[in-house]
């Protein structure tokens, strides 16, 4: 309820994606905040596959 629909869109703007042509593909750091805001929408926070 603390954020606007585009300040919660640039919060998790900032969570970095890796891509490498044969590698599968890699999250960078996600934030405490970050956790706490996927969770509290209802969906699982982004881990990076390995």
């Not at 593909?25 to 982004?46: C, D, F, H, M, W």
């Amino acid at each position: 309820k603390k954020y606007t629909m585009q300040g919660l869109l640039d919060e998790f703007d900032i969570i970095e994606c890796f891509e490498q042509p044969g590698a599968q593909i890699r999250i960078g750091e996600v934030t405490k905040r970050q956790k706490a805001l996927y969770e509290n929408i209802g969906i699982s926070p982004p881990t990076s596959l390995q």
